[in-house]
């Protein structure tokens, strides 16, 4: 798998004026910063896949995957561990075929808007959460919604992992079942407010069919990461079970 997945990595720091298209964009309000996963275009001598921070003051407008960016960026080749046995992010990257990593100076042209996908809903529930609450309250809530964390500070991020509750902060087991269960509760109780309904037709069944739904969506809501699919993936078993 590493030499099937073999890209270009960038050989040494440089100072590179270039276009590029948005493949991924990851909010950082936490730290002011926005996460992008840029492809540059042309015969621009940079790998094809690279990571850059951009400062949300310098960002035009919203950004979504799709949009083509004229930008200016230092980039470097993707660091090592920093000590033995530490995160090696070099690893990573080159799994994700990524070749480079920096940030993007100065202001940022767009060249063209993106394409509007569920990411910008779920950005748009991240925001309206963090409104309405507040604070890190606020962050840790939108996390738990929507598993977008770039909002969390790095002391709540501490103090969450001091307290032995970070794996909190990752969507999986726990919370998809919640959802299902939330989701074929309500479902189960509102049919049952229909005497007609429920004298015909199998409710717990529909419910169900209803909390895999709930599962799925959830799953998608939240960036579909590997314990979130993972445990929507033993929910629709449990309930595959109850409806057989």
């Not at 995160?87 to 100076?105: E, H, K, L, P, S």
Request: proline share 8%; charged share 15%.
């Amino acid at each position: 798998r590493a030499e099937r997945v073999a890209a270009p990595v960038l050989a040494r720091p440089v100072l590179a004026k270039f276009v590029g298209r948005v493949e991924s964009v990851e909010p950082l309000p936490a730290r002011g910063l926005i996460r992008l996963r840029v492809a540059p275009e042309g015969a621009s001598g940079l790998p094809p896949a690279i990571r850059l921070n951009l400062k949300e003051a310098d960002a035009p407008g919203a950004l979504t995957p799709g949009a083509r960016l004229k930008l200016r960026a230092w980039l470097l080749p993707p660091p090592t561990a920093s000590l033995p046995g530490a995160y090696d992010f070099a690893r990573v990257a080159w799994f994700q075929g990524i070749g480079a990593t920096g940030r993007a100076i100065g202001p940022v042209t767009m060249l063209s808007p993106g394409r509007a996908d569920w990411r910008g809903v779920r950005d748009q529930l991240s925001a309206h959460i963090r409104a309405r609450v507040g604070g890190p309250a606020g962050a840790i809530a939108a996390t738990l919604a929507t598993g977008d964390r770039g909002a969390i500070d790095p002391d709540t991020d501490e103090a969450m992992r001091q307290a032995g509750l970070a794996h909190l902060l990752s969507i999986s087991g726990l919370h998809v079942t919640a959802v299902v269960g939330a989701a074929v509760l309500v479902v189960l109780r509102l049919l049952a407010l229909f005497p007609a309904l429920a004298l015909r037709v199998r409710l717990p069944l529909v419910a169900a069919g209803a909390g895999a739904l709930a599962a799925i969506g959830y799953t998608l809501l939240t960036g579909a990461e590997v314990p979130t699919i993972r445990s929507c993936i033993a929910a629709i078993l449990v309930l595959s079970a109850v409806a057989l």
